[in-house]
């Protein structure tokens, strides 16, 4: 059972911004409501500001919290956009394998390429939430198939099957203080959609968000981001998702399907889609551009043999589930679930 949790801001800074205090309230009294110690590590909560100009602060706290050993979750406070510049901070001296130890870490979006960093030194995290997405939902309680899947990991340190939610809600258009105890709009939920290939499959899951794995590549956001990642041999080589299962899903910028296609396209030309047993890919927010998704992805990989699941609630499209990287998952379409081995 989880008892000490610390929360880091490894990418956007949020929580040091006074916007933000009247959520950060909701989701430490909800914490706290589990029985849990909460922590924030130093540099957590000193704004968007400092949070982008100190990279090395962001990844102080990481190993700090890694190697503290009466922490046993590290809590990603959201994603962002710029977690990669912690690299060489955790790289140049080894420092992350040298402090990384048996804890969950649990986050996602630009914690995709946090993610590739633990598995780059054999620590599988957890993916699918965090504290200001999800723990601090602005509704009266956290959204009910959210919180099942954070309380059993909590609970027991891991997640033993997920299953489709039943709805699906808008993002809000607003998070300020007189949206507290506003419902979310909520639409019914049909699924997860096979969209090619055998419905019953295996193997551990790896991936993230399609757009920070797309920009591990491409310079258009930053310039350095791909020469960076490149030189710490970030993204996991062919032989590395080898019989693994791939997660995509799409961040709230909405990527259009033409980006959505050149970012599919380039992971095909990584050799992934030659390499993996199968694909799962996440609800779009909104359902912007479900459809077109769909399409692209069976034009783009071009393998009718490869199985490709789509609508998977995980990712940026609420209520989320979380998803067990480095764990053997079995994949089921026909019965509409994913079931995971004990670690």
Same mark, same amino acid.
């Given at each position: 059972m989880i008892k000490n949790i610390a929360i880091v801001s490894l990418s956007a800074g949020l929580l040091g911004e006074d916007f933000a205090e009247h959520e950060i309230g909701i989701g430490v009294k909800r914490l706290e409501e589990y029985g849990l110690n909460v922590r924030f590590m130093p540099n957590s909560r000193k704004g968007l500001t400092f949070t982008r100009e100190h990279p090395e602060e962001r990844a102080a706290d990481l190993l700090q919290a890694f190697r503290d050993p009466d922490i046993d979750m590290i809590l990603c406070a959201i994603g962002g956009d710029d977690t990669y510049k912690l690299l060489p901070y955790l790289f140049d001296n080894n420092e992350l394998a040298g402090a990384v130890s048996d804890k969950v870490f649990l986050g996602f979006s630009d914690t995709t390429v946090n993610h590739f960093m633990l598995h780059k030194v054999g620590l599988s995290?957890? $993916?699918?939430?965090?504290?200001? +997405? %999800?723990?601090?939902?602005?509704?009266?309680?956290m959204l009910p $198939?959210?919180?099942?899947?954070?309380?059993?990991?909590?609970?027991?340190?891991?997640?033993?099957e997920i299953?489709?939610? +039943?709805?699906?809600?808008?993002?809000?258009?607003?998070?300020?203080?007189?949206?507290?105890g506003v419902p979310r709009v909520?639409?019914? %939920?049909?699924?997860?959609?096979?969209?090619?290939?055998d419905p019953v499959f295996s193997g551990e899951i790896l991936g993230g968000c399609i757009d920070s794995m797309f920009e591990m590549f491409d310079p258009c956001r930053y310039a350095d981001m791909p020469e960076l990642c490149k030189k710490y041999s970030l993204f996991p080589d062919r032989d590395d998702w080898e019989g693994k299962i791939l997660l995509i899903? +799409? +961040?709230?910028?909405?990527?259009?399907?033409?980006?959505?296609?050149?970012?599919?396209?380039?992971?095909?030309?990584?050799?992934?889609?030659?390499a993996v047993s199968g694909v799962l890919a996440g609800k779009p927010m909104d359902e912007i551009y479900a459809a077109e998704y769909k399409?692209?992805?069976?034009?783009?990989?071009?393998?009718?043999?490869?199985?490709?699941v789509f609508n998977i609630n995980i990712g940026h499209a609420a209520p989320r589930c979380i998803i067990p990287f480095g764990v053997k998952a079995a994949v089921d379409v026909n019965e509409q679930v994913i079931r995971f081995a004990e670690s």
């Open positions: 995290g957890f $993916y699918g939430q965090s504290f200001l +997405s %999800d723990v601090c939902e602005l509704e009266d309680e $198939y959210t919180r099942k899947y954070f309380e059993e990991l909590i609970r027991t340190g891991r997640i033993k299953r489709p939610s +039943s709805l699906w809600y808008e993002e809000r258009k607003s998070f300020g203080e007189d949206q507290a909520s639409h019914p %939920d049909h699924g997860f959609e096979l969209l090619q290939g899903e +799409s +961040s709230e910028e909405k990527m259009p399907p033409e980006k959505y296609a050149r970012a599919v396209a380039l992971l095909k030309k990584q050799g992934v889609f030659d399409q692209i992805l069976v034009r783009e990989i071009a393998d009718p043999a490869l199985p490709v």
